[in-house]
């Protein structure tokens, strides 16, 4: 079983920054992709960023210069630094993972969430 836990939440001001870290335990072999989601209040959930096991990231156009994902794969730990933030960043931030275990399958698993609050 593997669990994920994510921190970094918090409520701040239009341009501000918060970095987001998910930390992964259990019986993990390897992490393929690595990935930040958002929802907010009425809307459908959206992929924020993401990040390969090569280090290969993408990012969604309205985020692109603001956010940087990263990792640091000895702690199968992804961050996701948010800087610039912007009302409209206000969502419950979720990371997803697709990994392979020691049985070798291929499993995803969704961090709890946390709220990102951003006040104009």
């Known amino acids: 079983q593997v669990q994920l836990v994510e921190s970094g939440g918090g409520l701040v001001q239009a341009g501000e920054s918060l970095r987001l870290s998910c930390a992964a335990s259990?019986?993990?072999?390897?992490?393929?992709?690595a990935n930040w989601y958002r929802q907010a209040p009425g809307s459908q959930r959206e992929l924020v960023a993401g990040?390969?096991?090569?280090?290969?990231?993408n990012y969604a156009d309205f985020v692109r210069g603001r956010f940087t994902i990263s990792r640091d794969s000895a702690k199968n730990t992804v961050y996701l630094q948010m800087n610039s933030l912007k009302p409209e960043d206000t969502a419950v931030y979720y990371c997803?993972?697709?990994?392979?275990?020691?049985?070798?399958?291929?499993?995803?698993?969704w961090g709890q969430g946390t709220q990102v609050t951003v006040s104009s």
């Open positions: 990040i390969s096991s090569g280090g290969s990231t």
């Open positions: 997803h993972y697709y990994l392979r275990g020691f049985d070798r399958r291929n499993y995803d698993y």
């Open positions: 259990g019986s993990i072999f390897s992490i393929t992709v």
